[in-house]
C-alpha cells in the first residue's frame, strides 16, 4: 500500500515514492532532487470533466523534465470515494489510463485531517482564481482541489476543482525552471507583461 506518514521531526513530508510497499514521503530536503508535483484529492465520481485527459497530456509531455503527479482519495465529499484505497487506486488508473502516484484513503477536512493536508491548507488556503477562500480555514472545498508543490517541497499554488490543469501549463514550465508560479493576477488579465512566461524565463 501507499501510506502516508506523519511529518519526520516536525517538518513537513510530501508524497514521493512509486514503489507500493517502501515508504511513501519524502521530506522537503529530499525532494529537491527532482520533482515538481501537482497533486490533489480524487474520487471516483467528482467532476467527470476534461481533467482526466488534460493531465495525462501535462504528465507526458513534461515527465521527463521532473513533472510528477500525485493524487489522494477522500470520502469526505459527497461520499464519492467509497472503495477501499486499492480499489479507489484501481479506478484511478482505468480513468487516467495510465499508473501514477495515488496514495491512501485519507481524511483533508476536520480534527482528522492528515498532516500534510494541515500543512497544504495553511500554506495554501485560497484556490486560484479567486481572492478569498471558498471555505473557513482553508478547507478543501470539493474533490480534484489541486496543489502545485516546488523542488524544495513548498505548496506554491492551490487550484480550484473546477481549474482546467491546461491552465496551470505555464506554472509547470516555471517551477520546473526554479521559478515562482505566475501571479493571480495572470487568471483574468494574461496579457500582462508579468504573465509573459518566455520572458520569464529568458530572465
Known amino acids: 500500500m501507499k501510506t502516508l506518514s506523519a511529518p519526520l521531526s516536525g517538518r513537513t513530508c510530501l508524497p514521493r515514492s512509486r514503489n507500493l510497499r517502501a515508504p511513501a514521503l519524502a521530506c522537503k530536503a529530499s525532494l529537491n532532487r527532482r520533482d515538481v508535483l501537482l497533486g490533489g484529492t480524487a474520487a471516483s465520481l467528482a467532476l467527470q470533466t476534461s481533467t482526466p485527459g488534460c493531465l495525462r497530456a501535462l504528465y507526458d509531455t513534461y515527465k521527463t523534465s521532473g513533472f510528477n503527479l500525485l493524487a489522494v482519495p477522500c470520502n469526505q465529499f459527497g461520499g464519492q470515494a467509497p472503495?477501499?484505497?486499492?480499489?479507489?487506486?484501481?479506478?484511478?488508473?482505468?480513468?487516467?489510463?495510465?499508473?501514477f502516484d495515488v496514495y491512501d484513503k485519507i481524511e483533508v477536512n476536520g480534527p482528522d485531517a492528515h498532516p500534510l493536508y494541515k500543512y497544504l491548507k495553511k500554506a495554501q488556503p485560497i484556490s486560484a482564481p479567486g481572492t478569498l477562500p471558498t471555505?473557513?480555514?482553508g478547507e478543501i472545498e470539493w474533490n480534484y482541489t489541486k496543489f502545485m508543490i516546488d523542488r524544495n517541497g513548498q505548496a506554491v499554488?492551490?487550484?480550484?476543482?473546477?481549474?482546467?490543469?491546461?491552465?496551470?501549463?505555464?506554472?509547470?514550465?516555471l517551477l520546473l525552471a526554479g521559478k515562482a508560479p505566475l501571479p493571480q493576477e495572470c487568471v483574468m488579465h494574461p496579457g500582462r507583461s508579468v504573465c509573459n512566461v518566455d520572458k520569464i524565463l529568458a530572465s
Request: aromatic letters at 14%; proline letters at 8%; a positive charge.
Open 157 to 173: 499554488k492551490r487550484l480550484k476543482p473546477s481549474f482546467d490543469p491546461r491552465g496551470a501549463e505555464s506554472d509547470v514550465r
Open 83 to 99: 472503495g477501499t484505497s486499492e480499489e479507489e487506486r484501481a479506478w484511478a488508473f482505468r480513468k487516467f489510463g495510465f499508473e
Open 135 to 137: 471555505r473557513p480555514n
